[in-house]
């Protein structure tokens, strides 16, 4: 079993940027697919990001392709979310979500058993 903590989260405006991070503890990030998630007031858990358990591939959403890159640490245990160029509709609570590896459904939340408590990226136009 692996425990979640996101931290970096903050008020930036339209065009900044903010690194999230993930620190994993109980377990090494390496037998997990790590993936980002947010969730805006009123909408669905959106995915946004995903890195493999051995850092093969990562692959991100639609929404955020070109602005957002997915990293690892390993020997500090995290995951990282480089976002760029952050815009009003980024705001969102953003999740830190860990998976058994696969490819199939990396982008769906219900194939992720642990998560953390998230963490408030809020931008200002």
């Known amino acids: 079993q692996v425990q979640l903590v996101e931290s970096g989260g903050g008020l930036v405006q339209a065009g900044g940027s903010l690194r999230l991070s993930c620190a994993a503890s109980?377990?090494?990030?390496?037998?997990?697919?790590m993936g980002w998630f947010r969730q805006a007031p009123g909408k669905e858990r959106e995915f946004v990001a995903v890195?493999?358990?051995?850092?093969?591939?990562?692959y991100v959403g639609d929404s955020v392709k070109g602005r957002f890159t997915i990293s690892r640490d390993t020997a500090k245990n995290t995951v990282n979310l480089q976002m760029n160029s952050l815009k009003p509709e980024d705001t969102a609570v953003y999740y830190c979500?860990?998976?058994?590896?696969?490819?199939?459904?990396?982008?769906?939340?219900?194939?992720?058993?642990?998560w953390g408590q998230g963490t408030q990226v809020t931008v200002s136009s």
């Open positions: 890195i493999s358990w051995n850092g093969g591939y990562t």
């Open positions: 979500a860990a998976k058994t590896p696969g490819r199939v459904g990396v982008q769906s939340a219900s194939r992720y058993t642990y």
């Open positions: 109980g377990r090494t990030i390496s037998y997990y697919d």
